[in-house]
């Protein structure tokens, strides 16, 4: 197992244990990295109390809410982080979010509000998350998003969710170009098709789950802690020339014409 003792990392995106930002947490935490974990609160606090249960075997130094489309608390949020830990090393942005009557029908329906929304939850979140982040990572630092083939590529239905992961599939290499001279790396994982909450309320989800394991040439689904190893190596020091990379962990199922 590789080490990561003595390095700390904000792990954004656990909503349930489901999420894939949970199998990256529990990859980190075994590796010994020390956690600040954040939530997406709501009104009765009831997001904070599913997600503390979940984390604590985990020991997080920090339990956090963060809103990626409220400015303040990121700051807040980084403001914490600057309080209780000397340095930032780890940086997790694993959230996505797009209207659901966005998530079907024609492209063409696509609206201006819609458009807006998926893009700046998706894409522009891991700009205002790194340059937070930036000057906390006095020692250099890894980033890793999430992003998936729909942004690529054309999957049905995938729709506004596949222009806002070609955004931020770019905004991997500019932040890599950016933030390359302060030794911080910036990678994204495109993982194949998992069961999660985001993808539960997805029509024909399991249509698409079965054709991944019939044509994916390990012939099955990628899980959420196997996402979370290729997480904890892109964190650790042995990927310490990768940067600005899309790295696909769907059991192959990208090299695939047919
Ligand atoms: P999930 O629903 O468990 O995670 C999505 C997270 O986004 C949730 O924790 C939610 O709270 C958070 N979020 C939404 N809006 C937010 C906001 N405004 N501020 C802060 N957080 C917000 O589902 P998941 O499948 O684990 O998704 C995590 C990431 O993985 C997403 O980027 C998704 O696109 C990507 N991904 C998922 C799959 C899949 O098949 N499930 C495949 C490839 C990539
Ligand atoms: C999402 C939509 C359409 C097809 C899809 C997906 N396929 C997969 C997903 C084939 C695998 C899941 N995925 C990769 C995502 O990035 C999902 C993002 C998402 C999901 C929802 C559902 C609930 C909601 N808004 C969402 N916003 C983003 O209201």
Not at 9 to 37: F, M
Not at 205 to 222: F, G, T, Y
Request: with cysteine; charged share 20%.
């Amino acid at each position: 197992m590789l080490d990561l003792s003595g390095k700390t990392a904000l792990v954004t995106g656990i909503a349930n244990n489901r999420s894939i930002a949970w199998g990256i947490a529990q990859q980190l935490h075994q590796a010994g990295a020390k956690l600040a974990i954040t939530y997406l609160p709501d009104d009765r606090d009831r997001t904070l109390s599913k997600v503390k249960d979940l984390v604590a075997p985990l020991s997080p130094d920090l339990l956090l809410p963060c809103d990626v489309q409220n400015d303040a608390q990121i700051d807040e949020m980084y403001g914490s982080i600057a309080k209780s830990w000397e340095k930032l090393d780890i940086l997790i942005h694993c959230l996505a979010f797009a209207k659901k009557e966005e998530l079907s029908g024609n492209f063409t329906d696509i609206s201006r509000d819609g458009f807006q929304l998926a893009l700046d939850v998706s894409a522009f979140s891991l700009i205002s998350l790194c340059k937070g982040a930036r000057p906390l990572m006095t020692a250099g630092g890894s980033v890793i998003t999430l992003t998936y083939i729909g942004g690529a590529r054309v999957v049905p239905n995938y729709n506004i969710m596949g222009i806002a992961k070609a955004a931020l599939e770019m905004n991997v290499r500019y932040l890599a170009q950016d933030l390359g001279s302060q030794n911080i790396r910036v990678n994204g994982i495109s993982a194949g098709p998992i069961r999660t909450l985001a993808s539960a309320a997805i029509g024909d989800i399991h249509k698409m789950l079965h054709h991944v394991q019939e044509v994916s040439p390990l012939k099955r689904l990628v899980s959420q802690v196997e996402v979370g190893n290729v997480a904890a190596f892109l964190a650790s020091d042995l990927s310490s020339a990768i940067t600005g990379q899309i790295l696909y962990a769907d059991c192959g199922y990208e090299i695939m014409g047919a």
